[in-house]
């Protein structure tokens, strides 16, 4: 745990040397520019850190949180990473990757007033009632918190089909699966949802959009 600011500089100058010891070329690589597979959609939580959980390495994964991993179509923030990825950096795979004890989801699910950000947790909210009978049929809270991340995670993957970014890259023929995934903190396991989605199969029809000529 660190807690000194000045930390970060000697820890970084520290990662500096290691990592130019085991590849002398690894930054003026990274420095020639960017081409990952995955874009990632995660939570803020300071313990569910894309890279360290997957493995991976600079370079590897495009990455955008927020807080409990949502997909809210009027996020230009959300829009513009999502544009960026799919139309630009071309990933093959995007992620949507809640984890359990989420804070966010946490307090969704409650009654209480915490401030500006219960307008942000209102979407959570929503997905509740979307599947309100389920969740309400469930006692332990605890159990109740991690299918509600579940089904968010599930939602926000629907959430990202209904984008006209991800519908005209596969009316465009481009290889994009959409996953949902959930991060375990307390093991450290990564579990993947199996609701892939690779197509238009599963949109309902209100939100299918038609192909434009561009
Ligand atoms: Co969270």
Same mark, same amino acid.
């Given at each position: 745990?660190?807690?000194s600011?000045?930390?970060?500089?000697?820890?970084?100058?520290?990662?500096?040397?290691?990592?130019?010891n085991?590849?002398?070329?690894?930054?003026?690589?990274l420095?020639?520019?960017?081409?990952?597979?995955?874009?990632?959609?995660?939570?803020? $939580?300071?313990?569910?850190?894309?890279?360290?959980?997957?493995?991976?390495?600079?370079?590897?994964?495009?990455?955008?949180?927020?807080?409990?991993?949502?997909?809210?179509?009027? $996020?230009?923030?959300?829009?513009?990473? &999502?544009?960026?990825?799919?139309?630009?950096?071309?990933?093959?795979?995007?992620?949507?990757?809640?984890?359990?004890?989420?804070?966010?989801?946490?307090?969704?699910?409650?009654?209480?007033?915490?401030?500006?950000?219960?307008?942000?947790?209102?979407?959570?909210?929503?997905?509740?009632? #979307?599947?309100?009978?389920?969740?309400?049929?469930?006692?332990?809270?605890?159990?109740?918190s991690?299918?509600?991340?579940?089904?968010?995670v599930?939602?926000?993957?629907? $959430?990202?089909?209904?984008?006209?970014?991800?519908?005209?890259?596969?009316?465009?023929?481009?290889? &994009?699966?959409?996953?949902? &995934?959930?991060?375990?903190?307390?093991?450290?396991?990564?579990?993947? #949802? $199996?609701?892939?989605?690779?197509d238009?199969?599963?949109?309902?029809?209100?939100?299918?959009?038609?192909?434009?000529?561009?």
């Amino acid at each position: 745990m660190i807690n000194s600011y000045r930390e970060l500089f000697s820890n970084n100058k520290k990662w500096v040397e290691e990592t130019t010891n085991q590849n002398p070329d690894f930054f003026k690589n990274l420095a020639a520019g960017q081409s990952p597979q995955f874009l990632w959609i995660g939570c803020s $939580d300071s313990r569910v850190p894309a890279n360290e959980i997957t493995g991976t390495m600079p370079g590897d994964i495009f990455v955008h949180r927020n807080i409990a991993n949502m997909v809210i179509h009027t $996020d230009i923030s959300m829009l513009s990473v &999502l544009d960026y990825a799919v139309n630009v950096l071309q990933v093959k795979h995007i992620i949507v990757c809640g984890h359990y004890g989420c804070g966010g989801v946490n307090t969704a699910m409650g009654n209480k007033q915490v401030g500006l950000i219960d307008n942000w947790l209102r979407h959570i909210k929503d997905v509740y009632r #979307l599947h309100q009978t389920e969740l309400n049929a469930i006692e332990d809270p605890a159990k109740r918190s991690n299918r509600l991340v579940e089904l968010n995670v599930q939602e926000q993957v629907h $959430d990202l089909t209904k984008t006209s970014i991800v519908q005209n890259a596969w009316a465009n023929g481009k290889p &994009l699966q959409v996953h949902g &995934l959930v991060y375990d903190i307390a093991n450290g396991i990564l579990k993947d #949802l $199996d609701i892939t989605v690779e197509d238009t199969h599963e949109i309902e029809g209100v939100y299918k959009l038609e192909t434009v000529d561009v």
